[in-house]
């Protein structure tokens, strides 16, 4: 049986090279980044390390491999990042989709799914619980370019050969355990693998704020597995095959607060850890919550790996993995 060829743009982050693993026995997969990967198989996953914002060189790339199937996973979110190199940061973000759904829609790509964020929608909702259909008003530069880049794919795609899924993912967290591989950024900027980080040394965790409108004046997040982030994803290739386009939240329906989590970390990890608090970071939102009820009932598709505890047990054994192994990662915080 012949392998569909899937090409996965950002493979070698943490999402695409956790849904490389899984998806290796189902399609003949493409990478394209600008970073390695030390936890892929070099020899299953062909590897093309190329800057995205290059067009010639994607739609060279792209016309070569002709794959049946894009996932763009590609981008630059960290916020700091932001502040440092604006303009580069629009660059990552903004030309490199452009170039990639040009490409795609040149070559006549049967199948593009798109990586948005739960950061389109801002504090649009005052209930802060947002489906598809709430009011998108991203209140950071992360979340403007990834509305500017849903705008793009609908735009393009709309009327031509090419089949659209867009994902607005919450808050992806925790690994791969049964293929040992997960968040391994350096520097890590993530609040999970930092919180935990903090604690096996005993260091004090900072939080970002305590006056916001939520329960215990911290944000509130609705935190989802890597596994059920991949099983979505697969889920919308299958779906592009009966249906033209369709946009899906991706998250739990549960929120937790940073204090929350941190406090559920404290209790799996003896540490003489104390939790101080800073001001409010610009740009965080109070609560972002996802209704799944579009995902479930279209996509047949269940976040069946995200309890919360479920989540913080397979960080840590991601982070004892690595520290087994002598992998260590710097920490923005």
Not at 6 to 15: D, H, R, S, V
Not at 298 to 314: E, M, Q, R, T, V
């Amino acid at each position: 049986m012949i392998k569909k060829k899937l090409l996965i743009t950002g493979g070698n982050g943490f999402i695409g090279s956790v849904l490389a693993k899984n998806l290796e026995k189902f399609y003949k997969i493409f990478i394209i980044d600008i970073q390695k990967n030390i936890f892929l198989d070099k020899k299953k996953f062909k590897t093309i390390y190329q800057d995205l914002s290059n067009k010639k060189k994607v739609n060279i790339i792209i016309k070569n491999i002709k794959p049946e199937i894009i996932i763009h996973l590609a981008t630059q979110s960290t916020v700091d990042f932001i502040k440092k190199k604006k303009n580069l940061y629009i660059k990552n973000n903004i030309l490199v989709t452009n170039n990639i759904v040009d490409a795609a829609e040149k070559f006549k790509i049967k199948k593009f799914i798109f990586a948005s964020s739960a950061s389109v929608y801002g504090n649009s909702n005052r209930k802060n619980i947002f489906d598809e259909e709430s009011k998108l008003s991203p209140n950071n530069l992360y979340g403007k370019t990834k509305l500017i880049n849903e705008l793009t794919i609908k735009k393009k795609f709309e009327k031509t050969f090419t089949r659209y899924c867009i994902l607005r993912f919450f808050n992806v967290c925790s690994s791969d355990l049964k293929n040992c591989i997960g968040e391994f950024h350096s520097p890590e900027t993530h609040l999970l693998p930092i919180i935990i980080n903090k604690i096996h040394q005993s260091k004090n965790i900072y939080i970002y704020g305590k006056n916001y409108n939520t329960k215990d004046g911290t944000c509130v997040r609705d935190y989802i597995h890597i596994l059920d982030v991949v099983a979505a994803l697969k889920k919308s290739i299958v779906f592009l095959d009966k249906n033209k386009n369709g946009i899906f939240n991706l998250g739990t329906k549960n929120g937790f607060s940073v204090l929350q989590l941190t406090k559920l970390c404290l209790k799996k990890i003896k540490s003489n850890t104390k939790i101080k608090f800073l001001k409010k970071r610009t740009g965080d939102n109070p609560t972002l919550i996802c209704n799944i009820n579009k995902a479930r009932n279209i996509l047949k598709w269940k976040a069946k790996n995200s309890s919360i505890n479920k989540i913080i047990s397979d960080e840590i054994h991601w982070f004892k993995i690595l520290d087994k192994k002598k992998l260590f990662r710097e920490f923005i915080y």
